[in-house]
């Protein structure tokens, strides 16, 4: 009777797997990345990654899962709790051979009540397509001497796993690694560690695959990004004064559910007047946007583990200031030249710089600078450019900071390119030009001969998005009754 029932648990877990979404990454995809990897790795090596952390937010509630985006890469596997080890040679253990192992939670009919079903061994073994499949229970007692391997490949650990009641737990399998390989815990001395531990190498493999989409990311990635460009087009439509941040960042996320895209990338940036002038602001809780401000919505959803990253600035009332316009036109001018020059081959600092020396150079006839020399437009407090203080690209997918070089553009990458302009309320300057945050942000394609704007649904010239704001909105009768 109890096999019969764990028969049944395990079935009941196969038909809520059916129902899943179907254009997840197929298993073949991680096997080959698996496959990228041991290809990358020195002789008689192993590399070893854990599974994301379970992380709590109060009390006996946890934050959504999301799991380590280098573990997701290499076997899809979407639950806690778990190990892969992968090994350059193919290895021997009591009469069978296999160049990788996987251990993940056991079945548990009360946790399972609870949280739903998890694949198990033998789930792993079917959904994963990893032969060498275990419960994490066994991984103490899976006898593999480490001591073996010129190499051992990890990412050192932070220390900061809780230790649940459940055996063979995250906490469990970071512990009994440790133990076997030696690994001096609260030694900072890379002396003090096994010569055969590399905490650096494995990084610098996951970096030189995730940097270059495949096409199956690309497909994933296309959707987030049409997902949020949507977005960004529906509440310019929808945008009035009077609305709160929190109203505009619900917009945008109810699109993303609408398309069924799981979580946000990123905390949303929704910032109006100065909170736009605010580079990484997400409280987004301004109660009423006022005439007249612009307002910064820097967002991006995430489907199937991978983000976009979409920044509009729209005035709130549909028509551009003067300032504000021309503000805002150094900033698409600047992003356009650097897409002009965006293709494989080219240094990827070289984008930054073609968007500074515009932005710079045209800040100076408006008087916001008195020239491009460094005094001049540095300020002293934060060593920055005043006005442009970030950098302005970066590579997205399974991370919104994805693993990149960030030596030379490639075929298949896929960067932001996002100057921006913010002169927050007290900057030296005429005070016309007070709280006006401009920053746009696309998401391209890298091609042999140039580049793919992914995001191009999301209207980026100053006009276009004016006629857009004055396009009917989808969310107009969407009303709600007063609360006191």
């Known amino acids: 009777m109890k096999h019969l029932a764990l028969a049944s648990l395990i079935l009941l877990n196969f038909v809520s797997l059916a129902q899943k979404p179907t254009d997840y990454l197929s298993s073949e995809f991680h096997a080959e990345r698996r496959a990228a990897l041991r290809k990358k790795m020195p002789e008689n090596s192993v590399a070893v990654v854990f599974s994301g952390p379970v992380r709590n937010r109060a009390n006996d509630v946890n934050y959504v899962y999301h799991q380590d985006p280098n573990f997701y890469y290499l076997t899809g596997h979407r639950e806690p709790h778990a190990v892969l080890l992968v090994f350059k040679d193919e290895q021997k253990v009591k009469g069978k051979k296999f160049d990788e192992i996987i251990f993940v939670r056991e079945h548990n009919a009360l946790m399972e009540l609870y949280e739903g079903g998890r694949l198990g061994q033998e789930g792993a073994k079917e959904v994963l397509a990893i032969d060498a499949a275990f419960e994490g229970t066994q991984f103490g007692k899976f006898n593999l001497d480490f001591s073996k391997f010129d190499k051992v490949l990890f990412y050192d650990f932070e220390n900061d796993v809780r230790d649940t009641n459940e055996e063979g737990d995250l906490y469990d399998l970071i512990a009994q690694f440790k133990e076997k390989i030696g690994y001096n815990q609260g030694e900072l001395m890379v002396e003090a560690q096994p010569n055969n531990l590399d905490v650096a190498l494995l990084d610098f493999f996951m970096t030189e695959l995730r940097e270059i989409k495949t096409e199956d990311e690309l497909d994933l990635l296309r959707k987030a990004i049409n997902i949020s460009a949507i977005g960004q087009v529906e ?44 580079l990484h602001y997400i409280d987004n809780y301004k109660p009423a946007i006022e005439d007249g401000e612009l307002i910064l919505m820097d967002l991006g959803a995430e489907y199937h583990g991978y983000t976009a990253d979409v920044t509009r600035t729209i005035p709130v009332n549909g028509t551009f200031s003067p300032e504000q316009k021309l503000i805002y036109d150094i900033v698409y001018d600047a992003q356009q030249a650097a897409a002009d020059s965006c293709k494989a081959g080219l240094p990827f600092y070289k984008l930054y710089d073609i968007t500074a020396e515009i932005v710079n150079n045209r800040l100076v006839e408006l008087g916001l600078y008195k020239s491009t020399s460094e005094k001049d437009i540095v300020n002293p407090e934060t060593g920055r450019n005043r006005y442009y203080p970030h950098g302005c690209c970066h590579h997205i997918g399974l991370d919104v900071h994805d693993k990149g070089i960030y030596d030379l553009l490639q075929p298949n990458m896929v960067i932001t390119i996002e100057p921006g302009i913010y002169i927050p309320e007290g900057s030296p300057t005429d005070p016309k030009w007070w709280n006006i945050p401009v920053r746009i942000e696309d998401d391209y394609l890298v091609t042999e001969d140039g580049c793919e704007n992914l995001s191009i649904r999301a209207p980026r010239k100053a006009e276009e998005i004016e006629k857009t704001m004055a396009e009917p909105s989808v969310f107009t009768d969407y009303v709600l009754p007063d609360i006191d």
């Open 235 to 278: 509440v310019m439509k929808a945008m009035q004064p009077g609305m709160s941040e929190t109203e505009v960042q619900g917009m945008h996320e109810f699109i993303y559910k609408k398309y069924r895209a799981e979580y946000e990338g990123y905390p949303s940036i929704v910032g109006a007047g100065h909170n736009g002038c605010v």
